[in-house]
């Protein structure tokens, strides 16, 4: 083979290897490999007893990509709220009351040390996931706000199993001598619920079923309560699909 020969045969060559290694479509931007298949981000806000606290848990969720943690003036987009404190006091539980009513997103805790029939509490208001702070490491922060986002529930097993006794205490006493389940509703209730599927307020159903307001708020609360739901119109809609109303 000549020098001309082997010449025109490297040429042909080096032509093949640069159209077989231009991508498909180069012109379209290609999606970084770490990026691909990655899920949605879960919008967090954070709230705390003092600033310690509050730095503590920011730092530590700021390196996930898992979770975008919002600013105080966001806060009301949260699909999860997580409360940060040291003990279940009186403040504390009046803050839970106030992020129950301003978010729509579900509401974790973080807690320090808890007492004995605090339990109660944070189910009355909506709390659906515990975390102890002496556990609180990274992993297991993401795992709380990853659950309360696709719905779950997460609790340490001793108040897991203090909530099960409790729901089987309340079978008992208070529903099986009425031939109640915990998905039941009574007569009155669901005659208040169908008045609210209708579009009556408070006064209007008190009105209607000559109840006084405060009857009317207490029958509402104990449903959305007992069957673990947000509000009255999560309360219709489950009864709706169970034909209970």
Do not use: C, W
């Not at 992020?99 to 579900?106: E, K, N, V």
């Not at 990274?138 to 001793?158: F, K, S, W, Y």
């Amino acid at each position: 083979m000549t020098s001309t020969d082997t010449t025109r045969e490297e040429v042909v060559t080096a032509r093949r290897t640069t159209v077989a290694s231009k991508p498909a479509g180069a012109t379209v931007p290609r999606v970084p490999a770490q990026l691909r298949g990655r899920p949605a981000q879960v919008r967090v806000a954070v709230y705390a007893e003092d600033l310690i606290l509050q730095t503590g848990v920011v730092q530590q969720l700021r390196q996930r990509p898992e979770v975008e943690l919002l600013s105080e003036s966001e806060a009301g987009q949260a699909e999860v709220s997580l409360l940060v404190v040291d003990s279940l006091t009186e403040t504390v539980t009046e803050h839970l009351r106030r992020l129950r009513l301003a978010t729509t997103g579900r509401i974790g805790l973080v807690v320090g040390h808890f007492e004995a029939g605090g339990l109660q509490t944070i189910v009355e208001n909506g709390v659906a996931a515990v975390l102890r702070r002496s556990e609180a490491d990274q992993d297991r922060l993401v795992h709380l706000i990853t659950a309360l986002a696709n719905g779950e529930g997460v609790m340490p097993g001793d108040l897991l199993g203090e909530l099960l006794d409790r729901i089987g205490i309340l079978q008992r006493t208070m529903l099986d001598g009425r031939g109640l389940t915990l998905s039941t509703l009574t007569a009155r209730e669901a005659e208040m619920l169908k008045l609210v599927a209708e579009g009556f307020d408070t006064s209007e159903i008190a009105a209607k079923t000559s109840y006084s307001e405060r009857t009317v708020k207490n029958v509402l609360h104990e449903i959305i309560t007992r069957l673990g739901l947000r509000n009255r119109a999560h309360a219709v809609g489950y009864a709706m699909r169970r034909g209970l109303i």
